[in-house]
């Protein structure tokens, strides 16, 4: 270069370009920007009542008190549709439901959005089918959570196939990063995960039917629990029947962990199995051939 003149780092341009080249990839990848609009839609109305309505059943059913519990769902691409915080979800009106962005940050709505909807955030992100998603504490459920138990499989067909194997999440602050992040290792193959000490989260394609799963999960956890004090040994489902319900599962498009047995081996905690789970032993000749 002649005398004078400012050296050219072609180098560090090339590197500058390259950085600047994915971050506009990255841009374009994120979801275009809240559209306000989706929150007074017919749609987003009766999103609104329905949230409220299964906000009142998880009440009534005992799966959450005080303020507990928390429902969101997503309504568009960047936008979703989410319960307050500090409100009773038996007192809930349409009026209550905030409207956030996948950061969690809110765009419309007169009460302050629930304080967990990051946990909600992480499982839209991280599977996109997944349209709703409810977190509550039922008692028989939580039980597990908080002896860090997952419940046994292959005892109730209807369990297999609307939840099936049931993951659990270590225990982080609720309302951190770390909390919402804890699930990321199960969603994609659980539509139900139980929270350490804490309670259980579940997603699908409606609100209704994220709760009916909370339902299944609790009367589940319940059952096994009364079979438990029996004194008898719980029968299990067939490898073949199990096989049929699999089928089932999947024509119906429900996860389930089972279908890519390379991921049944990278759990990040063991499978401690609580009430109904067979122990060594107690294997009786009436039941070897429903193992």
Same mark, same amino acid.
């Given at each position: 270069?002649?005398?004078?003149?400012?050296?050219?780092?072609?180098? +560090?341009?090339?590197? !500058?370009?390259?950085?600047?080249?994915?971050?506009?990839?990255?841009?374009?990848? *994120? @979801?275009?920007?809240?559209? *306000?609009?989706?929150?007074?839609? @017919?749609?987003?109305?009766?999103?609104?009542?329905?949230?409220?309505?299964?906000?009142?059943?998880?009440?009534?059913?005992?799966?959450?008190?005080?303020? +507990?519990?928390?429902?969101?769902?997503?309504?568009?691409?960047?936008?979703? #549709?989410?319960?307050?915080?500090?409100?009773?979800?038996?007192?809930?009106?349409?009026?209550?439901?905030? #409207?956030?962005?996948?950061?969690?940050?809110?765009?419309?709505?007169?009460?302050?959005?629930?304080?967990?909807? #990051?946990? $909600?955030?992480?499982?839209?992100?991280?599977?996109?089918?997944?349209?709703?998603?409810? $977190?509550?504490?039922?008692?028989?459920?939580?039980?597990?959570?908080?002896?860090?138990?997952? %419940?046994?499989?292959?005892?109730? @067909?209807?369990?297999?196939?609307?939840?099936?194997?049931?993951? !659990?999440?270590?225990?982080? =602050?609720?309302?951190?990063?770390?909390?919402?992040?804890?699930?990321?290792?199960?969603?994609?193959?659980?539509?139900?995960?139980?929270?350490?000490? $804490?309670?259980?989260?579940?997603?699908?394609?409606?609100?209704?039917?994220?709760?009916?799963?909370?339902?299944?999960?609790? =009367?589940?956890?319940?059952?096994?629990?009364?079979?438990?004090?029996?004194?008898?040994?719980?029968?299990?489902?067939?490898?073949? $029947?199990?096989?049929?319900? #699999?089928?089932?599962?999947?024509?119906?498009?429900?996860?389930?962990?089972?279908?890519?047995?390379?991921?049944?081996?990278?759990?990040?905690? %063991?499978?401690?199995? +609580?009430? +109904?789970?067979?122990? @060594?032993?107690?294997?009786?000749?009436?039941?070897?051939?429903?193992?």
């Amino acid at each position: 270069m002649k005398s004078g003149t400012k050296s050219i780092d072609l180098g +560090g341009r090339r590197r !500058i370009a390259m950085r600047d080249a994915r971050d506009a990839a990255a841009a374009a990848a *994120r @979801p275009s920007a809240v559209n *306000r609009r989706l929150f007074s839609t @017919p749609e987003a109305e009766a999103i609104k009542k329905e949230i409220c309505s299964v906000g009142r059943k998880l009440w009534m059913r005992q799966y959450v008190d005080g303020n +507990g519990g928390n429902i969101s769902y997503r309504i568009g691409a960047n936008e979703v #549709l989410c319960a307050p915080t500090l409100v009773s979800k038996y007192d809930m009106t349409p009026e209550d439901i905030g #409207l956030t962005d996948l950061e969690g940050v809110q765009i419309a709505g007169a009460k302050p959005r629930t304080s967990e909807l #990051l946990l $909600h955030l992480e499982i839209y992100k991280a599977v996109p089918e997944a349209k709703a998603v409810v $977190h509550c504490h039922p008692p028989h459920a939580t039980a597990y959570a908080i002896t860090r138990r997952v %419940p046994p499989n292959l005892i109730l @067909p209807e369990f297999e196939v609307f939840v099936g194997k049931v993951a !659990i999440s270590p225990y982080e =602050t609720p309302g951190t990063e770390a909390f919402a992040e804890s699930v990321l290792p199960y969603v994609k193959t659980h539509n139900t995960v139980l929270l350490a000490n $804490h309670g259980i989260v579940c997603w699908a394609d409606t609100v209704t039917h994220a709760e009916w799963y909370a339902e299944v999960m609790e =009367t589940y956890c319940w059952t096994l629990m009364i079979a438990s004090q029996m004194g008898a040994p719980i029968a299990q489902i067939s490898k073949k $029947h199990e096989d049929d319900l #699999l089928a089932i599962k999947k024509k119906l498009g429900l996860p389930d962990v089972r279908f890519d047995a390379s991921r049944m081996k990278k759990r990040r905690l %063991p499978e401690k199995q +609580g009430p +109904g789970a067979k122990g @060594p032993g107690k294997r009786t000749k009436r039941n070897t051939d429903q193992r």
